[in-house]
């Protein structure tokens, strides 16, 4: 094979061929890496860290070239023996591959400013069409249906950039929120008449549909991908829809952790598998919302109203509810362990086979809830109101009661082992197939006042009450008689 012969250098064919196809392999590899910039930028968050990677990795790459290089230069000698032309031939390698590293950086700088100045001119466009009056786009009046399709335009245009440059994404979710809080506010609400009986359902007819732009916006909105997500969370940015007219508005699905709803009417909303977490919905309306199978955990619904709201299989684990309205709520199967209801009203709330562990609810009013099957283990329920509440086999190990009240309560077959039931009033409360003798500062009093038969199990040392059925009956006769028995009590 003929060799090329450079004076004090002698260079084989296959080793320069060698070389020249590695050097080939090496640029293509960074031309490759080069265009994923857009995603080392989602990734890395700004275009400097981005190339800097690129650039380090793109040496790195060469350095097996560059290699390659000193040995069909030098062969298997010293790579320094004072030999200029083996210096040139060195420093020719090593800069070839960075000069071509600056080309592509440089190259891409200015698409890049290109692009950035594009999405500039079409943000100002989208405010612009958002911003304009209800009938009028740059002094021209058009038709209301012309105008509404100007402000979906910007809308979507809005998700198109957002989409397209995380830079600018914080800036389009701004101009949406305040877009809707201008268009929607909460005085424009229907509430329901004051002194005048009226159902849930004509209520809700009588709230119009929300706004075509309006649910688009929210729409945009909730359909936020991990990476723009992210990027908010590195901006410490959060969503700003305080005090909006959201009725009926539909948010199924949407990402919406740690908003600001604070005075949201959100009455009859759809938000049903919603991802809510550490949102903020004091003061919030949301009666007859469907909340089913949402996250709401560690939220804060002080005050808020969600009367007849579906929250089946909701999680509002850590959530602070206090003096919160949930009367007639649906909450079978959710999970409330460690949330604060202290003041809050559940009056005839379905919460069978809840969790409800350690949940601090002093003072709250479960009067004739269903909490079936429910588990309120190490509760705190000190002065809390459950009269004719129906509890059977409700976990309530460990769980404090003081001085609440169980008038007419059904807890047939509850678990109440370290239960304490200190000063709590239990007048004709049912305990059929009902454990008392793990209970914690409980009576004989107390036992007296409720109402049992052969299948529960007193405290050590205490007689079965008169009146207490001697038989162990089955549940549809012992129910029959202990009503009869609240009715003699002037209970209903």
């Known amino acids: 094979m003929n060799d090329f012969v450079i004076p004090e250098i002698t260079i084989s064919q296959r080793d320069l061929v060698n070389a020249v196809l590695l050097y080939m392999a090496c640029l293509l590899v960074v ?69 071509i590293i600056w080309r592509i950086y440089i190259a891409q700088d200015k698409s890049s400013t290109a692009q950035e100045e594009s999405i500039s001119e079409r943000l100002a466009k989208a405010v612009e069409n958002l911003g304009a009056e209800p009938s009028i786009i740059k002094g021209a009046k058009l038709p209301p249906e012309q105008n509404l399709k100007a402000k979906l335009g910007a809308i979507y245009s809005l998700e198109r950039i957002a989409q397209e440059s995380l830079r600018d994404h914080v800036k389009t979710m701004e101009i949406l929120c305040t877009y809707i809080r201008k268009n929607s506010q909460a005085d424009t609400a229907i509430s329901p008449p004051e002194r005048i009986r009226i159902s849930v359902a004509k209520w809700r007819e009588s709230i119009p549909p929300i706004g075509i732009d309006i649910q688009a916006a929210i729409d945009v909105i ?33 990402k919406f952790d740690l908003a600001n709803m604070e005075e949201c009417h959100l009455d009859f909303a759809q938000m049903n598998s919603a991802e809510l977490n550490g949102a903020v919905l004091n003061r919030a309306t949301l009666n007859g919302t469907n909340l089913l199978e949402a996250r709401l955990n560690g939220a804060e619904l002080n005050g808020a109203r969600l009367n007849e709201a579906k929250l089946d299989r909701a999680e509002l684990n850590a959530a602070q509810c206090n003096g919160a309205e949930l009367n007639g709520a649906m909450l079978r199967l959710g999970k409330l362990n460690g949330a604060v209801l202290v003041g809050a009203t559940l009056n005839g709330a379905d919460l069978n086979g809840s969790a409800i562990n350690r949940a601090v609810a002093n003072g709250a009013d479960f009067s004739k809830a269903k909490l079936n099957g429910a588990e309120l283990k190490q509760a705190v329920l000190n002065r809390a109101i459950f009269n004719a509440a129906e509890l059977n086999g409700a976990e309530l190990n460990r769980a404090t009661l003081i001085r609440a009240g169980l008038i007419g309560a059904e807890l047939n077959g509850a678990k109440l082992d370290g239960a304490d ?53 089955d549940y549809s006769e012992f129910y029959a008689f202990w009503q009869a028995a609240k009715e003699d009590a002037g209970l209903r």
């Open 421 to 473: 039931f200190n000063a709590a009033e239990m007048t004709k409360a049912a305990v059929k197939s009902t454990d008392l003798s793990g209970a914690v500062r409980l009576s004989e009093a107390q036992v007296n006042s409720m109402y049992g038969d052969e299948s529960t199990s007193l405290p050590a040392n205490m007689m079965r009450p008169n009146g207490w059925l001697e038989d162990d009956l």
């Open 222 to 254: 909730a359909r936020r991908n991990d990476a723009q997500v992210l990027n908010e969370i590195s901006a410490k940015y959060t969503l700003d829809l305080h005090a909006c007219n959201l009725q009926r508005v539909h948010f199924q699905q949407g």
């Open 31 to 99: 031309m490759v890496i080069s265009r994923c910039r857009n995603w080392l930028k989602a990734v890395l968050w700004t275009r400097g860290t981005a190339y800097w990677l690129l650039t380090v990795f793109s040496v790195a790459v060469f350095l097996p070239a560059i290699w390659e290089t000193l040995k069909v230069v030098t062969g298997t000698g010293n790579v320094f023996d004072n030999n200029p032309r083996k210096y040139v031939l060195l420093l020719a390698a090593i800069t070839g591959p960075l000069f």
